[in-house]
């Protein structure tokens, strides 16, 4: 039994129960070594044993350890403890989707539009693994309190380079697609028919197939098409309907092919919402005589062809709790009416009578069209032209050998377009431009219109995209509010602008205060940014965040949006904490501090090189002698230096520090000292080192505590500037608190 105050791990610290799904219970913990908030996803007790569902949850670990994007939620770590199997993710502070319709009902076109394109992106990375998330739905995304969304539970994603031909239907059924519904191939265009759906319900606040069953949903999906979602918001933009429409098509050849043109799209549709640029391909249609049978006929193919009985076909309930069970499932449309090619060759009499009914139409069928032809060719006549651009019979006699027909290569790849042009014995010139909807590398205009007759080796010019134009984040602290708003979702930078208000006692209501990403880091059309607008003073306490693990950037916003400021007190290496994120912070988060309080943090410069430690070249001269004396006294060298004048040993004498250097109100009198020395060495390269146990410094700290150092050391640049930073760890009332003071010296 999983209960607070648990460690899974010897790790992990349960703080609460958070979730629950039909394989797991979701848990928010403490990482101690990390000292950070985390999300554990257990397997449920009546599961642990089930040598099939420990697969299916580890498979799930895998694929979504995979995957790291800004619009995924990250997996950390995996494992066992004892008959518990878990996965540790990062913790969302925020609601589901779902959650979110739930409680602001249909969305704003464009709130809809920016948070299906973080979807979209974060389902774009994972096709990009080859990864098919098979179960896209409102409940599976994530909204953090700062706007960010995040797509999660790829508890029945598998890898699209394995067998994605599955007897069950799998994914909610509401959000399903008819290809899963049926038990079919699953792939891409699976994900964005869900994709489509969950748009459809953003704007709407609602699904669009309802039923008493599950099965009745599922056969509306195969069957039914979409209602338009225009019928319940009359206002509501062409394109964007276009958009949900195409996605949604029962055939998934008609659908967007990647998500990539999704993406396109809906960022498209937030400049011209109302232009008509959705290309929805039309069904195929067949000029062949239509052969009816009986319902008779129908009926006794179908049962020779296997199908199931209707008893049969009430038990099969499309979702994620069928998946186990190895049940058959629907097959494609075709082998609903006619089976197999073992059952078409089995001597079935009303099957040979379709067949040789089919022969006959087909041989008058072509008899005719041989007589319209000759006679057509006898009177000079010829075909009407193309769809395509193509030459017909009629156009090839009246275009002289010399010449030839543009073909169309706007949305074309730069490598289809030239392919189509040298086969149309046509010259190329190429040149190319950013464009804030075009996908890069697609052709965005031609010189010469398609179907325009022109001379061989002719040139035709052809622009190409270079995708959307990179831009630079502007500074707009300080500015109003409305008019940062007009301008970042301008036509210069196209953005997708979430508010969020905090106190300020620097700028008035409604000035702005911040923003996420700051300014000058480089954004692109069509990028969602958080833009933190004041809503006055306040003089209270603040309550401080955890900011570890976080990029330097994020954790400034973060300190920032809770009237906090930050500054970069250290670096250091770590192995776990990647560079450029924060190790340490010298005020522990849940404290309340006065509102302005700077938090000193020290930043990660990554794994320790292994350059660093100790060079063997700085080193070299001392391997004849006692390697005790080497670090004590000067040494002769055989560096290319005169060996006369060059030391392999300098000293930095730190001045003492006492406990009321820490700045602790609380009569502290007892906890823990580390001491730190950062330096930098003869590369030129920062070095930082735990010193605490080789300079004699005492760990334990007590209320008359004071230290002194002499560092010495071999690896240095002599005349650099040291540090060594003390850190004080203790415990109060309060809980466990690290603070830091700094001793700085010379190495001479």
């Known amino acids: 039994m999983i209960r607070k105050g648990m460690f899974i791990g010897d790790r992990y610290e349960i703080v609460d129960k958070v979730g629950s799904g039909g394989m797991s219970d979701v848990y928010k913990a403490l990482d101690h070594k990390l000292n950070r908030y985390v999300a554990i996803k257990v397997l449920k007790p009546e599961f642990s044993e089930d040598k099939t569902f420990v697969s299916k949850f580890k498979v799930e670990a895998q694929s979504a350890a995979g995957l790291v994007h800004p619009n995924i939620v990250n997996v950390y770590d995996v494992g066992e403890d004892d008959t518990l199997h878990y996965i540790v993710m990062e913790l969302i502070d925020g609601i589901t989707l779902k959650k979110y319709i739930e409680k602001k009902g249909p969305l704003p076109v464009k709130e809809a539009v920016s948070i299906a394109i973080q979807v979209s992106q974060g389902i774009e990375a994972a096709h990009n693994n080859n990864i098919i998330h098979r179960d896209i739905k409102p409940q599976n995304i994530m909204i953090s309190r700062e706007g960010k969304v995040k797509v999660t539970d790829f508890g ?78 009359p206002d509501l933009p062409v394109s964007v309907e276009k958009i949900i429409l195409k996605c949604t098509q029962k055939k998934p050849d008609r659908r967007y092919a990647k998500v990539s043109a999704l993406i396109a799209d809906l960022k498209h549709s937030l400049i011209a ?35 199931y009985p209707e008893e049969e076909k009430d038990e099969y309930i499309p979702g994620e709790d069928d998946e186990e069970e190895g049940e058959e499932s629907y097959e494609d449309d075709e082998d609903d009416i006619f089976g197999d090619e073992d059952d078409i060759d089995s ?3 009303k099957m040979d009578k379709v067949i040789f009914i089919g022969a006959i139409v087909s041989g008058v069928v072509f008899i005719i069209l041989a007589i319209i032809l000759a006679i057509n060719t006898a009177n000079g006549c010829g075909g009407s032209k193309s769809d395509d651009g193509s030459t017909t019979t009629a156009e090839a006699e009246s275009i002289k050998s010399t ?166 007190e250290n670096e250091a290496y770590s192995d776990s904490i990647a560079a450029g994120n924060i190790i340490v912070q010298d005020i522990k988060d849940g404290k309340k501090v006065p509102r302005g309080t700077t938090i000193g943090v020290t930043v990660s410069k990554g794994a320790e090189p292994t350059t660093t430690q100790a060079p063997t070249t700085t080193q070299a001269p001392t391997t004849t002698k006692a390697p005790e ?55 030129g390269e920062n070095v930082t080192k735990d010193v605490t146990a080789s300079a004699g410094i005492a760990t334990r700290y007590s209320k008359n505590w004071s230290q002194n150092a002499s560092i010495e050391a071999s690896d240095v640049k002599a005349g650099t500037e040291a540090k060594i930073t003390y850190t004080l760890t203790y415990t109060d009332a309060e809980g466990e608190h690290e603070v830091t003071a700094v001793s700085e010296a010379v190495f001479n």
């Open 156 to 233: 029945i994603a598998r890898a699209a380079s394995s067998n994605t031909i599955n007897s069950n239907a799998m994914g909610s059924v509401h959000y399903i697609s008819p290809e899963q519904a049926r038990g079919g191939y699953i792939d891409e265009k699976s994900d964005i028919y869900s994709l489509g759906i969950t748009l459809y319900e953003l704007i709407t606040g609602k699904v669009p197939f309802e039923g008493d069953s599950t099965v009745s949903v599922a056969l509306q999906h195969i069957n039914d098409e979409i209602p338009s979602p225009k019928e319940i918001v």
């Open 273 to 307: 919402p109302d232009e008509d640029f959705v290309q929805i391909t039309s069904p195929a249609v067949s000029n062949r005589t239509t052969v009816m049978m009986t319902d008779e006929e129908v009926s006794k193919i179908r049962n020779e062809a296997g199908q």
């Open 347 to 349: 001597g079935n009499p």
């Open 403 to 568: 010449q030839t027909k543009v073909p169309k290569v706007v949305g074309k790849s730069e490598d289809e377009a030239v392919q189509m042009l040298s086969d149309a014995h046509l010259g190329y010139k190429i040149s190319s431009q950013y464009h804030n909807t075009i996908p890069k590398g697609d052709v965005i205009s031609q010189s010469t219109d398609e179907g325009t007759v022109v001379d061989k080796n002719t040139t035709i010019e052809i622009v190409v995209s270079q995708g959307a134009k990179k831009n630079t984040m502007p500074n707009v602290i300080g500015q109003d509010k409305d008019s940062v708003k007009t301008l970042l979702e301008g036509e210069d930078y196209g953005l997708i602008v979430t508010f969020e208000y905090q106190t300020s006692t620097s700028y008035e209501a409604n000035k702005v205060i911040g923003t996420n990403p700051e300014a000058k880091t480089d954004i692109y059309f069509g990028d969602s940014v958080v833009v933190y607008v004041s809503q006055g003073s306040d003089t209270s306490d603040s309550e401080v965040p955890n900011v570890i693990d976080m990029s330097q950037e994020k954790a400034k916003a973060t300190l920032e949006s809770k009237g906090l400021s930050m500054k970069v």
């Open 629 to 683: 004396t080497t670090t004590t006294k000067p040494v002769e060298t055989t560096t290319t230096k005169p060996a006369e004048t060059e030391k392999t040993t300098f000293t930095a004498n730190f001045p003492s520090r006492k406990a009321s250097d820490f700045g602790v109100s609380e009569d502290v009198t007892d906890g823990q000292i580390k001491a730190v020395l950062s330096y930098t060495n003869k590369n």
